[in-house]
């Protein structure tokens, strides 16, 4: 007869308030792929921020998932628009990436980009592309989850990636 497996009892959890710092460093270990998540306005104004919170939901139906902090400045877009596209970046994207996360700068000029599904602007020079109508969202903590089904998606077979861990960009797995 089998023994059961013998279980060490785990240390309790602390009970003091978890460390923002120290948490955000533990999630920056994960590695992650880098999108800039676009939006055409109401009015016709162009969005746009780099965002490495992407992720797959479903295949049938097609569903992507990305988060926004509530704060951000292009959220009544977001949340008020019909469509978004998830633009994953190519490994020589990497100052389109910074581009996108700076602020107060007009982060499309000189960009080339084609008009997508409901008008968000789809990028050129992109790995993959998931052209998304606003499905769903969210609230949980300080950011809005938006769930996209996809319309239309597209790649560039053999790109390499560009990658976020550590709070670095990189054009290849670190080994």
């Not at 306005?41 to 746009?48: C, M, N």
């Not at 996108?100 to 007009?106: L, N, P, S, V």
């Not at 960009?111 to 592309?129: H, I, Q, S, T, Y």
Request: glycine fraction near 8%; include cysteine; aromatic fraction near 8%.
């Amino acid at each position: 007869m089998s023994q059961p497996p013998l279980i060490t009892p785990s240390p309790a959890c602390a009970t003091s308030p978890l460390d923002p710092q120290e948490f955000r460093a533990a999630l920056g270990m994960f590695a992650t792929g880098v999108t800039i998540v676009t939006a055409r306005a109401a009015d016709g104004t162009l969005v746009g921020l780099t965002a490495n919170s992407f992720n797959s939901v479903s295949l049938a139906p097609p569903l992507v998932l990305w988060s926004l902090a509530r704060r951000a400045g292009s959220m009544p877009v977001f949340s008020r628009g019909s469509h978004y596209a998830i633009n994953i970046l190519s490994a020589d994207q990497k100052e389109l990436a910074q581009r996108f996360a700076t602020r107060d700068i007009d982060r499309f000029a000189g960009v080339r980009f084609r008009e997508g599904c409901g008008g968000a602007p789809v990028l050129e020079g992109c790995a993959a592309v998931f052209e998304c109508a606003n499905r769903s969202q969210y609230e949980e903590g300080d950011h809005i989850i938006f769930v996209g089904e996809v319309e239309a998606s597209s790649r560039v077979e053999h790109a390499q990636p560009l990658i976020f861990h550590g709070g670095r960009y990189y054009t290849e797995l670190p080994i």
